[in-house]
């Protein structure tokens, strides 16, 4: 297992498309694991790919307070939405920064799990506006990227600033 880098916005490479997993393979599994291991180790909810510069459709989501309820979604597709959500997200990429960007209630997604089998899954609320982050991230998009150019250009000031001090 490693702890792999986060890349942070507004690195280009956040902004590249995933391709679709084809092959289920003991290096599938391995990326599933150092991701998992990156996002507890953040720690966060939730991780996509993209945000370790692998470009493939993989995300890995745990939005228990326990810590013990791993969600892998390989090729993941939202087949249903409804509602309207408020819930205010935060991102491993952007690190700080937190706000609501406009997302579903509820939604059904289907997937294929690290074993290539293909299930469905029903979420509502917070693990609802967490998948459907992570499979923004897998298009290239990040959160913050919904917002005005005015807040973005806020948003880019205060991840420099943070750098410069951590520096
Ligand atoms: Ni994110």
Redesign the pocket.
């Known amino acids: 297992m490693a702890i792999l880098n986060i890349l942070r916005y507004p690195d280009a490479r956040l902004n590249k498309l995933a391709a679709p997993v084809t092959v289920f393979d003991a290096s599938l599994k391995q990326l599933v694991q150092d991701m998992t291991e990156t996002m507890y180790a953040a720690p966060?909810v939730?991780?996509?790919a993209t945000?370790v510069d692998v470009h493939k459709q993989v995300i890995v989501v745990d939005v228990s307070d326990r810590r013990d309820s791993l969600i892998t979604l390989v090729n993941p597709q939202i087949v249903d939405a409804h509602g309207d959500s408020d819930i205010e997200?935060?991102?491993?990429?952007?690190p700080g920064i937190y706000d609501t960007v406009p997302r579903a209630e509820r939604v059904k997604v289907r997937a294929y799990d690290v074993n290539g089998k293909l299930f469905t899954l029903e979420a509502q609320g917070l693990l609802a506006v967490c998948i459907q982050?992570?499979m923004?991230?897998l298009q290239g998009k990040?959160?913050v990227e919904y917002l005005s150019q005015l807040k973005q250009t806020r948003v880019r000031a205060r991840l420099a600033k943070q750098l410069r001090k951590s520096a």
């Open positions: 966060g939730g991780l996509a945000q997200e935060g991102c491993l990429s952007v982050h992570e923004d991230h990040v959160f």
